[in-house]
C-alpha cells in the first residue's frame, strides 16, 4: 500500500488525524458528503486522510491539496482486508469515521486485526428499517441485516445520524439509547455551490425558457422511483405545458424511457445522465422534486432550497419532513401518490414561494457548520481557517 497525494505532496502534519473510510467509493451521495467532510475539515486545519480502493474516483479532484489520499488498490476480500489492516497499524489516525455498511464492517475488522487505539465513529446515513421494508425484504432477512448492523453499531465509538428520523431508527436496531446517537446535518452547501450554479448548460430546453421546467435528480433505481415523477408530470402535463428533465443514470433508464413513452410525454422528458456538476440545471430550474420511496437526508432538496428552487417532495422516512419543517418551505407528499404530487407541483408552479424563504430552511446544512459538528462530536478542535 503506497499514500499517494491528490496533485502534490502533502506536508507531514505532525497531529492527530482523521481518516475518513471510503473503500467502496462511488458516485453517490454517501461519497460526496465524505468529500465534502474532508474539505471542511481540512478548512479547519485538521489533517485528513481520505481511504479509498484507488485514486480514479469521482469526486476525488474536488479534495483539497493538503488532504492525503491512500489507495488501498484493487483488491477485495483478505487482500483488502490486509491492506486497510496496514494502514491502520502503521499510519495509526486517532478516528476512522466510515459510512455505508461495507465500509463499517470493514473498519470493525482491520481495527480488530490491527489492535488500533483509535476512536471508530459510524455515520448512518438513510432510515434502515424504511430501507429494509421498500426494498421487499422478507421478515427473516430483515432480521438478519438488523442483527448484523447491531453488531456494528454497538462496536462503534460513536454514532452520527444524518437526521432524527435515522438517529431514532439507529438507536432503536443498536438497543441503545436515543441519546447516544449524535444528529448532524449534512456538510451539503460547500463555499463553491453559487459559483458552480452559474455555469451555463449545454441542453435546449434551458436557452429557451418558454415552457416551465422541472427537475429530479438522483440514481436512477427504486430508491427515488422516477416512475412516481414521470406519472404525476404526465398528470401535470395533462393540463398545462411543462418539462420535465431528470439527471442520474442507472438500470431503470429503460423502463423509464418506456414508461414516458407510453404515457405520450416522452417529447417533453430528458434524461441526459449523470453529470459531475448538476447545479446550473437545478438553479434554473422552475421546480424541484423529489419522489423517493425512502431518505436518510436528501442532498438534492437541501441543494434546491439553497439555490432557491421551489421544490415538493415525498413525505418518507426520513429527512424531507425535517429540510422542509413540515411543510413550512414545501409541500410533502404521500410516498407513491402521483395524483398529490401533481397537484403539488402545480401549485407551486402556480405561486412560487420566495427564494429567500427558501434558503431559510437549509442554514446548519453548510460544508463548515457541519464540519465543526463533527469535530466537536469527534473530540478535535480546529487549529486554523484556510488562508
Not at 476525488?60 to 491492506?83: E, F, N, T
Not at 432510515?127 to 456494528?152: C, D, F, I, P, Y
Request: glycine content about 6%; some cysteine; hydrophobic content about 45%.
Amino acid at each position: 500500500m503506497t499514500i499517494r497525494p491528490v496533485r502534490k505532496t502533502a506536508p507531514v502534519i505532525d497531529t492527530p488525524r482523521i481518516a475518513l473510510f471510503a473503500p467502496s467509493f462511488e458516485s453517490g451521495g454517501v461519497e460526496r458528503m465524505l468529500v465534502n467532510l474532508a474539505c471542511g475539515f481540512s478548512d479547519l486545519g485538521v489533517a485528513v486522510d481520505f481511504v479509498i480502493k484507488h485514486a480514479e474516483e469521482p469526486y476525488i479532484d474536488l479534495l483539497p491539496w493538503d488532504v492525503r489520499l491512500v489507495p488501498l488498490g484493487r483488491v477485495d476480500g483478505k487482500a483488502l482486508i490486509q491492506s486497510a489492516t496496514d494502514y491502520l497499524r502503521h499510519e495509526r489516525p486517532a478516528v476512522l469515521l466510515s459510512s455505508k455498511a461495507e465500509n463499517d464492517r470493514l473498519a470493525v475488522t482491520a481495527r480488530g486485526l490491527a489492535q488500533a487505539d483509535l476512536v471508530h465513529a459510524i455515520r448512518v446515513p438513510v432510515h434502515v428499517s424504511n430501507q429494509l421494508a421498500m426494498k421487499g425484504h422478507n421478515r427473516l432477512r430483515q432480521w438478519l441485516t438488523k442483527r448484523e448492523l447491531r453488531r456494528l453499531f454497538r462496536s462503534a465509538d460513536r454514532l452520527i445520524a444524518v437526521s432524527r428520523g435515522v438517529a431514532d431508527d439507529t438507536a432503536a436496531i443498536a438497543h441503545l439509547p436515543p441519546e447516544r446517537v449524535s444528529v448532524i446535518p449534512n456538510p451539503v452547501i460547500t463555499p463553491q455551490l453559487a459559483e458552480r450554479a452559474q455555469e451555463t448548460v449545454d441542453h435546449p430546453w434551458f436557452a429557451d425558457r418558454s415552457l416551465p421546467l422541472v427537475l429530479g435528480m438522483g440514481r436512477l433505481g427504486r430508491q427515488k422511483n422516477f416512475a412516481l415523477l414521470i406519472e404525476a408530470f404526465a398528470r401535470l402535463r395533462a393540463e398545462r405545458p411543462a418539462r420535465l428533465v431528470i439527471l442520474g443514470e442507472g438500470r431503470y433508464r429503460a423502463r423509464l424511457e418506456a414508461q414516458a413513452a407510453a404515457l405520450g410525454v416522452a417529447d417533453d422528458v430528458a434524461l441526459p445522465g449523470f453529470t459531475a456538476n448538476p447545479y446550473p440545471w437545478l438553479a434554473r430550474a422552475n421546480l424541484f422534486v423529489l419522489s423517493s420511496d425512502w431518505e436518510g437526508s436528501p442532498n438534492a432538496l437541501t441543494e434546491a432550497l439553497a439555490l432557491g428552487v421551489p421544490s415538493v417532495a415525498t413525505d418518507c422516512r426520513s429527512g424531507p419532513r425535517e429540510i422542509l419543517a413540515g411543510g413550512r418551505y414545501g409541500p410533502l407528499v404521500p410516498p407513491g401518490d402521483a395524483v398529490e404530487l401533481a397537484a403539488a407541483m402545480a401549485r407551486l408552479l402556480a405561486a412560487p414561494p420566495d427564494p429567500r424563504l427558501l434558503r431559510e430552511a437549509v442554514t446548519e446544512y453548510t460544508q463548515a457548520a457541519s464540519a465543526e459538528r463533527y469535530l466537536a462530536a469527534l473530540g478535535f478542535h480546529a487549529r486554523r481557517e484556510r488562508s
